[in-house]
């Protein structure tokens, strides 16, 4: 069973930072693509960030460009996102998911495996 837990949400204010990391298992994330994706209440989920299965390569919404930055740690089979400079409009549930193409996409469907999401809350 394969399983992307996602942890590190939490109420922040504007302007701080906030770590999301996403655990796999049964599956090894370094076999794949892994995304960041958010959905504030009566939104569409979008896209956020993205990296390759190589982890060179990595794409991100033109809303947090320069803000966040997404990595991944192998050995501990885990994927972060790192926020910096949260504005409100970040207010989300942020999710994980894991694109076994291995090349990354900004299209959720691409995605084959996904976590239960994380609440992040950004106060002005």
């Known amino acids: 069973q394969v399983q992307l837990v996602e942890s590190g949400g939490g109420l922040v204010q504007a302007g701080d930072s906030l770590r999301l990391s996403c655990a796999a298992s049964?599956?090894?994330?370094?076999?794949?693509?892994m995304g960041w994706f958010r959905q504030a209440p009566g939104k569409e989920r979008e896209f956020v960030a993205t990296?390759?299965?190589?982890?060179?390569?990595?794409y991100y919404a033109d809303s947090v460009k320069g803000r966040f930055t997404i990595s991944r740690d192998n050995a501990k089979n885990t994927v972060y996102l790192q926020m910096n400079s949260l504005k409100p409009e970040d207010t989300a549930v942020y999710y994980c998911g894991a694109d076994l193409t291995g090349w990354g996409s900004t299209s959720q469907g691409r995605y084959t495996y996904w976590g239960q999401g994380t609440q992040d809350t950004v106060s002005s």
């Open positions: 990296i390759n299965r190589s982890s060179d390569s990595t």
């Open positions: 049964g599956r090894t994330i370094s076999d794949n693509a």
